[in-house]
C-alpha cells in the first residue's frame, strides 16, 4: 500500500560528452547538488554515462551490476536521495543483447527498480532524421512502477512517452507520477516534448516529467533539452532552456486528488464500453 507526502523532484539537464568516467563524476557532483537544494528525488537524463547513437552503445555498454550502477548506488546514499538513474546502454550478462536501462535507488542506495526501454526510438522522418535504436539495441518487455516513501512513481524512457498506454497503467496502478528520463532532438523537440508531457498529464490527472541531457551542437545527435515538469492539470511547473541546470518542483498528491475531484475523468472511464489496458498488468 502507497503512502503519500509532499516532495521535491529535480531533474538534472546534465551536459554529457564521450568521457564515460567524467560524465558519471560530473553526475554525481549535480546529484549532491540537488541534495543540497532540498531535492528528495532526483533523476538523470536517458544515456547520461555516453554519447547518444546506436554505433556508441556497443562500446558503452556495462553489465547490471557494473562500474555504472556501482557508482549510482553510491551517490543515491551519499546524498540520500532517490535516485532514477538516468539510462546507460546496458549487456545483459551472458548474451550479446544491449538494452537502454535505467535503474533506480533509494536513499541507502539500494536498487529498486530497472526498466529497459520498451519501445525502441526507430523513426524516419525524411529530410530530418532517421534514427533506428533497433539496429543495436533488444526492446525490454516489463513496465516499472517503484515504491518510495513518497508514493509510488512510474518510470519510462523517452519513446516510451509516445505510448499512451504506458502512462495510463501506472496512473491506474497507482503511480502519483510518470518519470521519464529521455533525449529528444531538433526536430521532435520543438514538434512534441511539452505537447506529450501535457498530454500524458492531462489524460491521467498525474504529474509528469521528462529529463534531457543540456545541448551540446556539436554531438552527433543534438539534444533538445528543455527538461520539464507538468502537473496533474496539465500545467508546466518547471521547465529550462537547453544548457546545463537543474529542474525543481515541489509535488504535491493531494493535487491529484483536486485534480481528480475538479474533472472526475479518472473515475468516469467507461470499462464497460471500452477495455481498461491496465487490467491484465499483474504488479
Ligand atoms: O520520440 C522522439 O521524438 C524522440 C525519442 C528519442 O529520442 C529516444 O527515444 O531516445
Known amino acids: 500500500m502507497s503512502t503519500f507526502k509532499p516532495f521535491k523532484l529535480a531533474l538534472v539537464q546534465l551536459a554529457v560528452g564521450a568521457d564515460k568516467q567524467k560524465n558519471v563524476a560530473h553526475a554525481r557532483e549535480k546529484v549532491l547538488e540537488a541534495s543540497k537544494a532540498g531535492a528528495n528525488v532526483v533523476v538523470l537524463p536517458e544515456c547520461f554515462n555516453s554519447p547518444y547513437g546506436t554505433h556508441h552503445?556497443?562500446?558503452?555498454?556495462?553489465?547490471?551490476?557494473?562500474?555504472?550502477?556501482?557508482?549510482?548506488?553510491?551517490?543515491?546514499?551519499?546524498?540520500?536521495?532517490?535516485?532514477?538513474?538516468?539510462?546507460?546502454?546496458?549487456?545483459?550478462?551472458?548474451?550479446?543483447?544491449?538494452?537502454?536501462?535505467?535503474?533506480?535507488?533509494?536513499?541507502?542506495?539500494?536498487?529498486?527498480?530497472?526498466?529497459?526501454?520498451?519501445?525502441?526510438?526507430?523513426?524516419?522522418?525524411?529530410?530530418?532524421?532517421?534514427?533506428?535504436?533497433?539496429?543495436?539495441?533488444?526492446?525490454?518487455?516489463?513496465?516499472?512502477?517503484?515504491?518510495?516513501?513518497?508514493?509510488?512513481?512510474?518510470?519510462?524512457?523517452?519513446?516510451?512517452?509516445?505510448?499512451?498506454?504506458?502512462?495510463?497503467?501506472?496512473a491506474r496502478k497507482g503511480c502519483i507520477a510518470m518519470i521519464y528520463p529521455a533525449a529528444f532532438n531538433m526536430t521532435t523537440g520543438p514538434m512534441h516534448w511539452e505537447l506529450l508531457q501535457r498530454a500524458r498529464a492531462v489524460d491521467n490527472q498525474m504529474y509528469v516529467a521528462a529529463c534531457s541531457p543540456a545541448r551540446d551542437t556539436s554531438a552527433g545527435y543534438v539534444a533538445w533539452g528543455h527538461s520539464t515538469i507538468v502537473d496533474p492539470s496539465g500545467g508546466v511547473i518547471a521547465t529550462t532552456e537547453d544548457a546545463e541546470d537543474i529542474v525543481y518542483?515541489?509535488?504535491?498528491?493531494?493535487?491529484?486528488?483536486?485534480?481528480?475531484k475538479g474533472i472526475p475523468t479518472y473515475t468516469q472511464r467507461r470499462f464497460d464500453v471500452y477495455r481498461d489496458v491496465s487490467a491484465d498488468i499483474k504488479e
Do not use: W
Open 57 to 170: 552503445f556497443p562500446e558503452y555498454a556495462e553489465t547490471i551490476p557494473g562500474t555504472t550502477v556501482s557508482a549510482l548506488a553510491d551517490m543515491a546514499k551519499q546524498a540520500k536521495v532517490y535516485l532514477i538513474g538516468g539510462s546507460i546502454p546496458e549487456r545483459e550478462s551472458g548474451s550479446d543483447k544491449l538494452y537502454n536501462t535505467c535503474t533506480i535507488y533509494n536513499p541507502k542506495g539500494e536498487m529498486i527498480g530497472k526498466h529497459r526501454k520498451v519501445h525502441l526510438f526507430d523513426i524516419d522522418v525524411p529530410g530530418k532524421i532517421r534514427f533506428q535504436e533497433s539496429e543495436t539495441l533488444s526492446a525490454g518487455n516489463t513496465l516499472t512502477h517503484v515504491e518510495t516513501e513518497y508514493g509510488k512513481l512510474g518510470i519510462g524512457i523517452c519513446y516510451d512517452i509516445r505510448f499512451p498506454e504506458i502512462t495510463m497503467i501506472a
Open 249 to 260: 518542483a515541489d509535488i504535491d498528491p493531494s493535487v491529484l486528488d483536486s485534480a481528480r
